[in-house]
Nanobody, 118 residues
Framework: QVQLVESGGGLVQAGGSLRLSCAAS????????MGWYRQAPGKQRELVAT??????NYATSVKGRFTISRDNAKNTLSLQMNNLKPEDTAVYYC?????????????WGQGTQVTVSS
């Protein structure tokens, strides 16, 4: 059974940094697409960053400030967030896509709150 557990959220002042981590269990996911998404109050969940193999993709709003990385040996995904802005405030979710044979099945963690004060 696939499980994703996020950690590392918290309260930080604008301009500060946080590092989010996601521990995956249930199988080895070295080659699976993984990513971070976020959802602010009253808004839809949006993509922050994804990583597949060595290829990364970022939302325009976080490019140059956030860095996504993975440690396949530890089955973990990380998001280093620098120069945080109040508009980065949201619940951040870890995502893992697993091929089911006919399509990708999407797994989500429980989310971790990030609050950036101005």
């Amino acid at each position: 059974q696939v499980q994703l557990v996020e950690s590392g959220g918290g309260l930080v002042q604008a301009g500060g940094s946080l590092r989010l981590s996601c521990a995956a269990s249930g199988s080895r996911f070295s080659f699976n697409p993984m990513g971070w998404y976020r959802q602010a109050p009253g808004k839809q969940r949006e993509l922050v960053a994804t990583i597949t193999g060595g290829s990364t993709n970022y939302a325009t709003s976080v490019k140059g400030r956030f860095t996504i990385s993975r440690d396949n040996a530890k089955n973990t995904l990380s998001l280093q967030m620098n120069n945080l802005k109040p508009e980065d405030t949201a619940v951040y979710y870890c995502n893992l896509d697993v091929w089911s044979g006919t399509g990708y099945r999407h797994y989500w963690g429980q989310g971790t709150q990030v609050t950036v004060s101005s």
